[in-house]
């Protein structure tokens, strides 16, 4: 594969002044350049200038915040998010979904093409693009559908789409239903780039379903969508990498049974790459019972506890490279409906972090170190070079709490909708301060006050 | 009780006062003036977004044998139509303070949400594939009239329960009541995972015979455009309740409406053992039941002629008596 991207080489952001920071004895975090330390990180131009010493950072002219006893991470990356724009302005715009990703602490967010209309042609992608400088707090690149209009017939114009910009393609949302249409545009891959990420469905066996198929669909009598409807289609699209030799990514995982086809596609060699959500690592359909489809709503759905633990499992073992929010903002007149009838989807990015150290990093199931690269590792996917704290590298940081106990949707949210699949969830572990491409994206108003300068 | 919105929530107590109560209802239905005066002044809205006959006019002659204003509200020739959405229709409906708002929804969850909506007392009467507790209560009531009582009772319901609230309302009370349940029917139409309920899987009627009380579903013929069964006619041979595969001394039950010829035979329907049209009177003075417990049971304050609640020894007063 060619050599990853700088961030923002990829991806557009909002230009303001390049911070000028020291975060005073923060204990530094990034596992993939090996940082494991107390430091003072020094923000300047841009960049991580410094680790220095802690306590002896050069001040001068910087604004000191005092980290004692605070995390600073490589910021986070999330490969699948819906910021609804154009179409649906009303759950979310670039403007509030990348300021509820600097929330959560990450750097860089992938927008999904599923909006009214599709972003489907080069003048969608340079109009998006346009958006992103004018407003995006952190770093936004845009994908393409594959096909036109998501109707899953012709190919999308993708040499033009990409050369507009377009970070990928995907028809998020919907799967690629024909297997020809999806084996031309693995073929085509070969000429324009550019990975392509899947939503791994099967329409016939999914139906009307709007739960997983087990058990707990029986006991409530709603329609069900099974496992296989998920994992018959990666393994169909696995072996059309295989054959074509192109590059898939396989978003939100939810089947065990996928990660198992996952796992041995790439022990065959496929370049295949694959996501879970946080919902998913931390939920089961167990939830459901509750028939709120305001947290517990979304597609793929929540799956049994087997199904949660092979997700864990392949995020332990690398073969889920990355953990993805995919933040599906509704309004509340979308949700406020009987479970059928409500829209798919919830919301995650300013919960992300927090919500999986409390679940899986705090019971001691994944530790931090792995958390932090997991929440990194979807921009090498997309031929991004991931974050990181290594002096000389763009600033992305993240500065966290991990003692910060807080309740989801007690102080409202960045984001336009309120479907947060955590809400009214007590949390410990908070993000603080977010930094991305230099500049200071996001500061907790709360710990803003405490700032000594 | 503040709502009936699902068996599940019922224990085994709660369901025994229910039908105590409908007893001694029943007793009132014998006797010429058949009214009470319980509900005097208060309001019971019915807002039912399917088609029903059982299920609505028994809430509604209860309601009025309860001697309450009725107000009853369907989908079809109201604002419903014109796309109202739900919560929209529950605030309007609630702005004349009803004491009970009966609904029946395609989807599940429906009458949990509107209980969520109005201070009324909400009684689910089906919601979606999910649940129809006073269709369970009922049936309930009519075998324990039969038989006394339901423990250890083995009840096969056969046919259609993927699709079928009253399949997943009644195998909770039944099992609830100490009754032993199968489920049977052709393994399309039996919902993955359901064996974790605690009932019996059959996809035969070959040991049908062990059962005390068959309980038929409704077959619906649009199953077979789905590929659920390939024809009526294959579903009837194998899965119909007839007089053969019946034995004399088994207890017949179905919800209703009767396919003929499907899932029931003529002759069984109208054989003695059928309790078909039993269920139905028993939907009448059960739902007069749930809706007294409801609005004048103990943790509500008693309306004015209220007879005393939980007293065993008081029965409700019909109009003309001295209360």
Redesign the interface.
Known sequence: MSELAALTDVLDVRTGEDAHLVLRRASVLDPVAGIDGVHDVVVRDGRVAELATPGEADTDGAEVVEAEGLHAFPAFFDPHVHLRTPGHEHKEDVETGTRAAAAGGYCGVLAMANTQPPVSTAADIAALREQARAGASVPVGFLATVTKGMRGEELTEMVELREAGAVGFSDDGLPIRSARVMLRALQYQRLCGGNIALHEEDPELSGEGVMHEGPVSAAVGLAGIPSVSESTMVARDAALAAYEEARIHVQHLSAAESVEIVRAAKAAGVQISAEASPHHLVLTDEEVRSLDPHRFKMNPPLRRESDRQALIEGLRDGTIECIATDHAPHQAEEKEVPFEQAAMGVTGLETAFAALHTELVLPGTIDLALLVERLGGGAAPFGIARPTLAPGSEANVALCDLGAEWTVGEDGYESRSQNAWCAGRTLTGRVLMTVAAGQVAFRLRAFSLGVAS | MNHLLSIEDLSREEIEAILDRAESFAEVGRRDIKKVPTLRGRTVVTLFYESSTRTSSSFELAAKRLSADLVSVKAAGSSVDKGE???DTVATLSAYDPAAIVIR?P????A??VSRWTSAAVVNAG?????HPSQALLDVYTLRRRLGSLEGTRIWIVGDVLHS?VA?SNLIAFQRMGAEVTVCGPPTLI????E??GCEVSHSLERLGEAEVVYALRMQQERMSESFVPSLREYAATFQIDTRRLNPRQLLMHPGPVNRGVELSGEAIDSPQSLIAEQVASGLVVRMAILYELLAGAERPDPEGAPSPGGGESSPTPIGQPA
């Open positions: 959405s739900l919560k929804h989807y599940a969850g429906a949990q949400m919601d979606g594939k999910h649940e609230r997943r919902p993955r995972g359901i974790e309920l």
